[in-house]
């Protein structure tokens, strides 16, 4: 073998050597939470050790397992909704990862899809009439700068379209006045930082502490209703409230061993029924709440039982 070839020889080794090197040090991260939020590519797990951001590529394998076997079945990604429990691994660390394979059952999918189904039943007619509260808003703000006649007609308007806001939420409030047979044993607030539907340490030892009191009872169910303060627009606020219920109703089914059947479909009341006034800090930091509620069947409750 002549030194031309015994050197072309040693530089592909050479290259081959670094590509090993550079794949054996990307650190190998698995983990496993509850899918808190979807966006595009990227999913917001909540995890024990905190939130980790979850990268899904188009060589991401989403998988179950099937039957009683090691088999897993692949699985489109649209499967991937907020409330999902689910492992994964991939590449990164523990802030960020980028996903090879995801892996769910397909009971803590029925789950997730329970969670979402109660949380849109009015969101149709929600989005309609938002839109024209946002067009008549808008308008209200440029009559301010006009003068006091214009600006009153757009207060009638305002107050109008704010009736049509009002019917919405009564629409979602509907399902709950049902509960008229029902005897309110215990109450709870969860609160949330300004824009954030993330559950923290201290808010899940309450909604733990809260659920253990729930399953004393006999015949209950548990009311979740999720909402925002008044800063920003309706649509994000609709939205907004909606992760805030629905980060609640995953932990009372997923971690508190909640029966789905307890679970009233939890409400998403955008940032009506204030707890306080939007004027000031402290109101919006009361209004930004998961409000729960035991309720005990009236029957089982005259029984003087729990």
């Known amino acids: 073998m002549t030194s031309r070839r015994i050197g072309i020889l040693v530089s592909l080794l050479a290259v081959c050597l670094l590509s090993l090197g550079s794949a054996l040090a990307a650190d190998k991260v698995k983990g496993k939470g509850v899918i808190t939020l979807c966006l595009g590519d990227t999913l917001t797990v909540e995890t024990d050790e905190g939130t980790t951001s979850v990268t899904v590529t188009p060589d991401t394998k989403v998988q179950h397992p099937v039957g009683l076997g090691a088999r897993k079945k692949q699985v489109g990604r649209e499967v991937l909704i907020p409330g999902l429990k689910l492992k994964f691994e991939g590449t990164g660390d523990q802030n960020q990862v980028t996903a090879e394979t995801i892996t769910f059952d397909q009971d803590d999918l029925s789950i997730a899809k329970v ?30 700068a006009a003068n006091k006649q214009e600006l ?63 399953l004393k009872y006999k015949g209950y169910v548990i009311e979740v209703k999720g909402f925002a303060d008044s800063t920003g627009s309706l649509v994000d606020n609709q939205q907004l409230s909606k992760e805030r219920a629905q980060a609640v109703v995953a932990y ?23 707890a306080a006034s939007n004027e000031t800090a402290y109101g919006r930091a009361e209004n930004r709440r998961v409000s729960l509620r035991v309720l005990v069947n009236k029957g089982v409750a005259g029984e003087g039982g729990n």
């Not at 806001?165 to 215990?186: N, Y």
């Not at 930082?193 to 009191?213: C, H, M, N, P, Y």
């Not at 009372?252 to 940032?271: D, H, R, W, Y």
């Open 115 to 144: 969670i979402q189904a109660g949380l849109n039943p009015t969101a149709q007619q929600q989005a309609r009439n938002i839109q024209i509260y946002e067009a008549n808003r808008e308008a209200t703000n440029a009559a301010i």
């Open 152 to 214: 009153e007609a757009n207060k009638q308007r305002i107050a109008a379209n704010e009736q049509g806001i009002q019917e919405v939420a009564q629409a979602t409030q509907k399902r709950f006045s049902e509960l008229t047979e029902w005897v309110p044993k215990a109450e709870a607030v969860v609160h949330f930082e300004v824009g954030d539907s993330t559950l923290s340490a201290e808010r899940k030892q309450e909604i733990t502490a809260f659920a253990q009191q729930a």
């Open 252 to 274: 009372l089914l997923q971690e508190c061993q909640v029966p789905v059947k307890n679970i009233v479909a939890p409400g998403a009341m955008s940032e009506t029924h204030p």
